[in-house]
Each structure stands twice: as structure tokens, then as C-alpha cells.
């Protein structure tokens, strides 16, 4: 066995070694970049539902508003084959900060007439919000150049290295700014304001009661957490280029997130990001070994890898629903209250 | 004799947090039993655990020398014990035949009868049975849901605080409905704020605090009883009247 | 467009969606958790249908001036059977051990959610991305006073909606079973301590649910077609009349339909028809706003 696996391994030319090398590095660069992104949105998501049990089911919403607010204001004014607004060539870091304002805004917008609400209803009103938006750029005239999307959106610093070496810029930048949101998330909450945040998302009635005015307190959660999604928005459209609305679906820009805080473990931000890398990789590597598959499985990968999304959101609610990291139990002064209002109760 | 219900060292409250602690305490047919404490003392609890609604941490309760101990809510009326929460303790959208279809749902026949039977008792119902029970009044509502409890004929009825937020006159009306209840066989266990005027009633009476039991007598002992009267007795004189508005 | 014109087809529409609504309404009552997969039952109910239909080579001569034969039926009963098994399955292996576990109803609605992406990965698996019709042949309109064009197949989708709601409030109104759901929907621990055995109201719920969803879900794929993400699509049309209606509500869910559909297809009279599907969204944001509990109140 040994002996044949040798000759074999040895009938492949170092080129191709070479050639497969470089391609899995290319590859596992993009895959980081990518996954990067996506860590910053499952954080956010994590931020909402983790911590303070908001229901968010149009996360592309947040994601798509950010990746056309940055895209329009930093692209160039529209050619004669595109119609769209705007067009102001501003710096691509105001694109970023515009975006994230945007996705922030979006959420007040949503929040006001929800958030007072059942939970679940914000859970409907959010799917509803992605759907609007998306018909909003598809039939806009003279808005975001509607089905065509914007392309040639500009990158960032990419005037320093050549177009091949870009990618690890791209990386780089990517890593700097999921860090910077993984340890600002630490920080808020690991503060008290992160305390009432769970105290509201365990029992609403006990914060109310101990005097928290919990609809501000979860609108000022959701907010900071659209905005991070409008954020990542934008790094994904200055990444990918260009942008338009089909790329935005429910499956890819919410579900799958829903899924890497699930796996992950809400209420935690570590399980958020190790999530994402973990579902991720499933995500983005499934289409890569189509061709090892069998016939009958390959050419059904795109939905094979959907039907695992909503299999291992299943599973993870009925065997592992602390996900693969759980959260850390927090004592807190809200739980003594808790008790105590048990025993009135009766 | 042996007892009809006899609930023997159970313990038992809400996910890790123990309420009550090992209570015993027997009802025998056609008695009515009385458990008054102050506020917090698990009465309740224990009430919603003997139902089936809680379940027991520890201990065991015989009805009719049957262990009842793991029935589900459902299966305690099966096997002879309703019982009536305190609150929502009515189907509101359902019209008042309705609920009484409800009470009787697992009847085989006689439904009609037993109701208009059970109607019997309580004559502000019977005149409009196509009534939504949403739109009755806090005595109305009470009246049903012993009207519903009553609907499989059961050998024990359980009344959790039949008459908080009642005004003394309808008080009266539902303590007058339940003697009637007991004269015809069914015994009766409640746990009642309106403590004095139950124990009046009451053959014996169980004071609980703490999720402890720490004394049992007769209805009417307890009454005369001086630590019972300062504790719970004349605490309650307060109470009542603030109860008075609605 | 004459006004009028709108008005016939946004009450077809809003009957195809007041159909699927009281199924959701029914559902959600009972349960208390908003099933995001109902959308995908519906998926599920069309293809079913199918599969009678085209696969197996039955209905293809037409009765009269419909467009399907008698082939419909066979079709709109293994539909029924087919999606209201489906529910209570899915029902057994995950809401009923999350029920047990003492789980929120949001952890139920996220269960939901996977169980709808696998239905919907699955249906896609099967039939591919390519949208379907249930017959080739042209439906002719008939031409009614006034100029007003409606095709036999749209008056037998109306004449539908008003049997299924008949047979809907003769069960819910006249029979144990009916009552012991409205019942278990008001208040499923008194339910379970008057001695109603809930879970098997639950069943019999997603049963009813599920039939009711998979009768709207032909309805629509007959009006226009069927693709392995039409009912999800619809999921919001029919979550904003459950909403209008008040949850737990099947009349306010019909009429919360008939409301959303009308609307739906009124505005475009107005507005770019590309919008169209953004219009439920607002008549539900507004709803939120002012009358959160639904025009008739909810039950839960």
C-alpha cells in the first residue's frame, strides 16, 4: 500500500504540486477575507440575539443597505450605460462609516413600531424589510442601476502593492477590523450595559421591574448591531466589487448567519466568530469538492449544502443548544431579583 | 377511614428552586380543607403540584387509594380531582356552554344533563349559556370555572383562591355555592386569603409557611387560635378592604 | 387598469392568501410560535398536486371551461394528506421535544426556520430551479358586464376559499374536536387540567393547518405557477393578514387577506407593479403601529 501511494505521489510533477499549492493558498486567503466578513455579521447578530434575544430575521437587510450606501458614495458618477444616484468618489473610509450610520438608521426605522412588540413580530417585520429593499433596487429607475447592480466599486489602499499581492492586504484589513469589532463587543459587553442586556433577553419583566427601561436598552442593542451589519456590508462590496440585488437572498445573507451564531453558541462572541469559521468552511468549501463527488450528489451541492443549513440549525436546537461554545454564566444582581419574583408569584 | 386524598412529604416548586418542602396533609371524603399562609408560603404551588400541573421533586399523592403521584393534569380529572386555577381559569372566546363542554370533554354521554345540572347552582349562567365567557364579571367568571371543574363528576375539587378580588357579597355567594358542592359528596381543598370566613366553613385547615406545614386543626380552632388570628386573621382585615373596589 | 378589473383580481389573490393565512392563524394560535416553514408546506401542497396531475398523467381532459380535469382531485386530496402529515411529523421529531424542554416560542420559530430551508433545499433537490404549470392550455376569460375578464379556474378558486371557510367554522364552531382547539388556543394549561389531551389537539391542528395551506398552495400555483420558493415568497403576504386579522383569528385571517390581496393589487394602479411585493410589508408596519392585536383582537 505504503509502497504504491509513494510511486504515485511521485508520478505528480512538481509543477503541479506547485500549481495546487499556490491555489489552495489563493484560496484559503479569499476563504479568511470572506469569512472575516462574515464573523463581523455573525457578531452583530450575536450582539442582537445572543445577548439581548432581538429577533432579526432580515440581517441582509442591514448587510445590503451598507454595501450600497458605501458603493454609491465612493463610486465614480454613473457612465451612460448605468442609471443610479450619487456617485461622489469620497474616500472608501467614509463609505464604510456612511454604511455603517445607514444599517444603524435602518434599524431605528424597524425598531420603533416593533420592538415594543412581540418578539416574533420583529422576527416577520425583518423579513419583510429585506424583501422591500431588495424590490426597491430592482425596480427603482435611476436609483442603484437596478438589476445590473453596481460594479467597479474601488478598493482600499490598493495603490500600495500589485493586483496579485492585493489579496493579503485584503486579509489584513479584513482581520484588523473583525478584531477591532470582536474586542469593542468584549468590551460593551463585558460592561454593565452588556449586564442589562441579558438580564432583559432572560426575563423582560425582572429588568423592567428593577427599574431598566428595557425597549431602549434592546433599541440601542439592535442599532449598534445594524450598524455593524451595515459595516460589514460595505467591506463586502469593496471586497467582491460589485454588487446587485439578487446577490443579496435571505438564504445567503441571514440564514446562514442565524446559523454560524447557532453553531457557535449564542450569547458569547468567541462561539459567534468560531461559528462563522466552522460554517463557513462548510459554505464556501462544499461547491470546491463538487467534482470529487458522486454524480448524483454533485450536482445537487448547492442544495445538499441548504438542506445542511437548516439541518444544523435543527440539530443544534434539539442536541447542542448552547451551541459548541456556551456562554459563560454570569451572576448578576438580576438573578437574586429573579428568584424573588418567583416566590411572589405564589 | 382511609383518606380520599392523602399527599405525603412532597416537595416541589419551579426549575432549581425548591418551594415547597415536604408537606403531607389528607382530605377525607366529603370534607372541605382549608390551607391559608401568608403570602409566599407555597399554597399554590402545592395546590398546582397535587393537580398535576407542577410536578413533584418528592413524595407521593394518593387519591381514592390510587397513587396519582405522575399523572398529568389531564389524567388527574380522569382519575377524580379538578381543579380550578386562580387566575385565567376560564376559556374567554369560548361561550359558556362551551366551556362547560370543555369541563365535560372527555364525557361519553350525559353532557346536556350535566350541564343543565351543573347550571343548577348557579342561575346568572344558566339564563344566557350562549354568552361569551370573556364578557362575564370576576363572579361570573368564578362561577364558571367551579361550573367546569364540576363537569366529570369528580370526587375532589381543588379551588385555588376561589374568591380573591371578589366583593364580600359575591364572597359570600361563592362559599354558599361550595357548601352546596360538598352536601352533594364532592370534597373540597382550597387555599384562601380570605382566611376567617373559609376556616368558618372549613371541617379542618392547614396553616403553611414557608413551604413548611406548622400547624393543623379544625376550621374552627384555627380561627379562635391567637397566633393564627394576629398573623394571618387580622393582617387580612387590611386586605380586604383594599380588595373592596373592584 | 379598470379599477373594478383590480378589485376581481386582487380578491382571487387575497383569497389565495386568506386560505393560506388561516392555516397560519390556526397554527400559531395553538402552538403560539409563528411557523416560518408554512410558507414552504404551501411549496410542498403545489408539488404534490404535481405530481397527480402532470406526472401521473391524470386531469388532462378539462371539465367544462376550467383548465384542469378531474384529475384535481385526487391531486387537492393527496396534497391535503401529504402536507398535513408532513406537519405533524416534523411536529413529533422537533416542536414536541422542545415543548417538553419548556422552550420559548422563539426557539419554536427558529426550529421552524430550519425545518422550512430543508423542505425548501429538498423541493429544489427534486424539481429543480425551473418554475412549472399545472396545464398548458389556455384558460379563456369570460367576459362579464362592463368589460370585466375572469377565467372559470378564478371562480373556482373563490367558490374554494368559501367552502374550505364553511367547512372551517362547522368544525371549529360544531364539533368537540373544533372547540377543543379554540379552546387549547385561548388557554392550553386549563385546556390540559380540564382534561383535554393537548398534544393531540396540537396534531390535529397541524393536520387542519397543513390541509388548509396545501388547498391555498394549488390555488396560487393554478392562478400562476410553481417554483420551489413560490410559497416562501408568500409567507410574508400571509403573516401581515394573520397579523391584520389578530393571531389566532381564522375570520380576521381570510379578511386580512382579502384586505392584503385587494391592496396588493390595487396599488398598481399607482405604482411601479415591481413594488408589489413591498405592499404587505407596509399595510403590516402600519398594523404594528396602530393596531398591533389585529383588527378583531388576538388570542394570544
Known amino acids: ?346 | 377511614m382511609t383518606a380520599l386524598l392523602s399527599v405525603n412529604d412532597v416537595s416541589t416548586g419551579y426549575v432549581g428552586l425548591e418551594i415547597v418542602h415536604k408537606i403531607s396533609i389528607q382530605v377525607d371524603k366529603g370534607e372541605i380543607v382549608t390551607i391559608i399562609g401568608p403570602n409566599g408560603a407555597g399554597k399554590s404551588t402545592l395546590l398546582k403540584a397535587i393537580a398535576g400541573v407542577l410536578t413533584k421533586f418528592e413524595g407521593t399523592v394518593i387519591l381514592n387509594q390510587q397513587n396519582v403521584t405522575k399523572l398529568s393534569a389531564s389524567n388527574m380529572v380522569i382519575a377524580g380531582a379538578s381543579f380550578v386555577p386562580q387566575t385565567d381559569n376560564i376559556f374567554p372566546s369560548l361561550s359558556i356552554k362551551e366551556n362547560l363542554e370543555m369541563g365535560g370533554f372527555l364525557r361519553n354521554s350525559g353532557i346536556n344533563e350535566r350541564i343543565k345540572e351543573v347550571l343548577s347552582m348557579f342561575p346568572e349562567l344558566e339564563k344566557r349559556p350562549n354568552e361569551k365567557a370573556g364578557n362575564l364579571s370576576g363572579g361570573q367568571r368564578q362561577a364558571l370555572a367551579i361550573s367546569r371543574a364540576l363537569m366529570l363528576d369528580p370526587v375532589l375539587l381543588m379551588l385555588d383562591e376561589p374568591t380573591a378580588a371578589l366583593s364580600p357579597a359575591l364572597r359570600e355567594e361563592i362559599f354558599d355555592r361550595i357548601d352546596t358542592i360538598r352536601e352533594s359528596g364532592v370534597a373540597i381543598l382550597m387555599v384562601e386569603q380570605n382566611a376567617k370566613e373559609a376556616l368558618l366553613r372549613s371541617d379542618r385547615g392547614y396553616v403553611l409557611v414557608a413551604g413548611e406545614s406548622v400547624l393543623e386543626q379544625t376550621g374552627p380552632e384555627l380561627v379562635a387560635n391567637p397566633d393564627v388570628g394576629r398573623l394571618f386573621l387580622g393582617a387580612e382585615r387590611n386586605q380586604q378592604t383594599d380588595n373592596e373596589g373592584n | 387598469m379598470d379599477i373594478l378589473q383590480l378589485l376581481i383580481i386582487g380578491t382571487i389573490v387575497g383569497s389565495i392568501i386568506g386560505l393560506g393565512a388561516m392555516g397560519l392563524t390556526l397554527s400559531y394560535g395553538v402552538m403560539k410560535f409563528a411557523n416560518f416553514a408554512h410558507g414552504d408546506f404551501m411549496t410542498l401542497g403545489m408539488f404534490l398536486a404535481y405530481v397527480v396531475i402532470s406526472d401521473l398523467g391524470w386531469g388532462t381532459s378539462p371539465i367544462g371551461n376550467f383548465s384542469f380535469g378531474f384529475g384535481l382531485i385526487p391531486a387537492i386530496i393527496l396534497a391535503i394528506l401529504g402536507v398535513g402529515c408532513f406537519a405533524i411529523i416534523t411536529d413529533h421529531f422537533v416542536h414536541r421535544h422542545l415543548r417538553l424542554r419548556g422552550s420559548g416560542i422563539i426557539t419554536m420559530a427558529i426550529a421552524s426556520l430550519g425545518i422550512g430551508i430543508m423542505l425548501r433545499a429538498v423541493i429544489q433537490m427534486i424539481w429543480g430551479p425551473t418554475a412549472f404549470r399545472f396545464t398548458t392550455g389556455i384558460n379563456t376569460a369570460l367576459t362579464l358586464p362592463g368589460d370585466l375578464k375572469i377565467k372559470p379556474d378564478q371562480i373556482f378558486i373563490c367558490a374554494l376559499t368559501l367552502l374550505c371557510t364553511i367547512g372551517l367554522y362547522l368544525l371549529l364552531y360544531r364539533t368537540q374536536l373544533g372547540k377543543a382547539m379554540r379552546a387549547t388556543s385561548d388557554n392550553s394549561e386549563l385546556a390540559s387540567i380540564a382534561g383535554i389531551d393537548t398534544d393531540r389537539i396540537r396534531m390535529a391542528t397541524w393536520g387542519i393547518s397543513g390541509g388548509l395551506t396545501a388547498i391555498a398552495g394549488i390555488m396560487l400555483a393554478m392562478q400562476s405557477q410553481l417554483r420551489f420558493d413560490t410559497g416562501f415568497t408568500f409567507l410574508l403576504p400571509m403573516f401581515a393578514a394573520v397579523i391584520l386579522g389578530g393571531i389566532g383569528n381564522p375570520w380576521g385571517a381570510l379578511l386580512g387577506g382579502l384586505i392584503v390581496g385587494i391592496t396588493q393589487e390595487l396599488s398598481t394602479e399607482w405604482i411601479n407593479p415591481g413594488f408589489k411585493p413591498g405592499v404587505p410589508f407596509v399595510l403590516l408596519i402600519v398594523m404594528l403601529l396602530f393596531r398591533p392585536r389585529g383588527i378583531f383582537g388576538s388570542s394570544i
Open chain 1, 1 to 346: 500500500m505504503d509502497h504504491q501511494y509513494e510511486k504515485n505521489f511521485m508520478a505528480i510533477p512538481d509543477s503541479v504540486i506547485l500549481v495546487t499549492l499556490i491555489g489552495a493558498t489563493n484560496w484559503g486567503v479569499g476563504f479568511l477575507t470572506t469569512v472575516a466578513i462574515f464573523a463581523i455579521v455573525a457578531l452583530a447578530l450575536n450582539l442582537q440575539w445572543g445577548y439581548t434575544g432581538i429577533f432579526n430575521f432580515g440581517v441582509v437587510a442591514f448587510f445590503m443597505i451598507g454595501a450600497y450606501t458605501s458603493a454609491l458614495l465612493t463610486l465614480p458618477p454613473p457612465s451612460k450605460f448605468e442609471s443610479h444616484i450619487l456617485g461622489l468618489e469620497l474616500p472608501v473610509l467614509i463609505g464604510w462609516f456612511s454604511a455603517a450610520l445607514a444599517g444603524g438608521l435602518l434599524a431605528l426605522v424597524i425598531g420603533l413600531p416593533t420592538l415594543r412588540l412581540r418578539r416574533d413580530f420583529l422576527a416577520i417585520a425583518t423579513i419583510g424589510v429585506a424583501t422591500i429593499i431588495r424590490s426597491i433596487a430592482n425596480t427603482t429607475e435611476g436609483f442603484v442601476n437596478r438589476g445590473s447592480g453596481l460594479n467597479g466599486i474601488p478598493r482600499f489602499l490598493d495603490n500600495f502593492t500589485n493586483a496579485s499581492d492585493y489579496k493579503w492586504v485584503l486579509l489584513v484589513i479584513m482581520i484588523v477590523m473583525l478584531s477591532a469589532v470582536y474586542f469593542g463587543l468584549q468590551r460593551v459587553t463585558a460592561a454593565p450595559w452588556g449586564r442589562v442586556l441579558r438580564a432583559i433577553r432572560d426575563n423582560e419583566e425582572t429588568a423592567m421591574a428593577a427599574g431598566k427601561h428595557t425597549v431602549s436598552f434592546r433599541m440601542q442593542a439592535f442599532v449598534l448591531g445594524g450598524a455593524i451589519m451595515g459595516l460589514a456590508g460595505a467591506l463586502w462590496a469593496h471586497r467582491t466589487g460589485s454588487i446587485s440585488p439578487t446577490a443579496f437572498n435571505d438564504l445567503f445573507g441571514t440564514f446562514v448567519i442565524w446559523t454560524m451564531v447557532m453553531v457557535g453558541g449564542s450569547g458569547n462572541n468567541k462561539g459567534a466568530v468560531i461559528g462563522a469559521l466552522a460554517v463557513g468552511f462548510f459554505w464556501f468549501g462544499t461547491p470546491l469538492i463538487q467534482e470529487d463527488l458522486p454524480d448524483i450528489l454533485g450536482t445537487r451541492v448547492f442544495q445538499l449544502r441548504e438542506l445542511t443549513v437548516g439541518l444544523l440549525i435543527v440539530l443544534f436546537l434539539l442536541f447542542q443548544p448552547h451551541g459548541l461554545i456556551r456562554e459563560k454564566p454570569q451572576v448578576s444582581r438580576f438573578i437574586t431579583k429573579r428568584k424573588n419574583m418567583y416566590q411572589q408569584l405564589d
